[in-house]
């Protein structure tokens, strides 16, 4: 089995395979899985520092393994003015939600109650499935240790 510790933080020719995962699955500290060419593998990152989509892996024997995202269901809701773009955001914001958010667009895993609230403020919901890439957060990664606990 490859096991993978190291994250490289620059660009690599030399990409031996790939690992393709969801949200969740790209969130967790200790992953096992098959990458996209078969091999099994173990990833072993730092806990409270997900893998990005497009980050380079290095395993124990060399190989580079990118990460990839998988599509999955979300609901992607699109304003056309930034106000109510603003107004959703904060509400969805005051949920403590994981959101991907775009030019007038926000991103969540489907959830009713949250799609009810876009829809309130007239919002287009798409449920089309595309790879999820939350925010991490204002005390994640970059920021120079501080925790912050709810």
Wanted: charged letters at 25%; proline letters at 3%.
């Amino acid at each position: 089995m490859l096991q993978a510790y190291e994250r490289l933080n620059h660009t690599h020719d030399e990409i031996a395979d790939a690992i393709t995962l969801d949200q969740d699955t790209r969130k967790k500290a200790r992953i096992k899985g098959k990458t996209d060419n078969g091999l099994d593998i173990g990833i072993f990152m730092e806990r409270g520092h997900p893998l990005l989509v497009g980050e380079i892996l290095k395993t124990e024997c060399g190989l580079l393994i990118e990460i990839k995202g998988q599509k999955e269901p979300v609901a992607t809701c699109t304003a056309i003015d930034w106000l109510t773009f603003c107004k959703v955001c904060y509400h969805l914001g005051n949920r403590h939600t994981s959101l991907q958010i775009g030019e007038l667009w926000v991103r969540f895993k489907p959830d009713y109650v949250l799609e009810a609230l876009a829809e309130k403020y007239d919002l287009v919901i798409d449920h089309t499935p595309t790879i999820f890439e939350p925010e991490n957060g204002a005390y994640s990664k970059g920021n120079h240790g501080h925790a912050h606990a709810h």
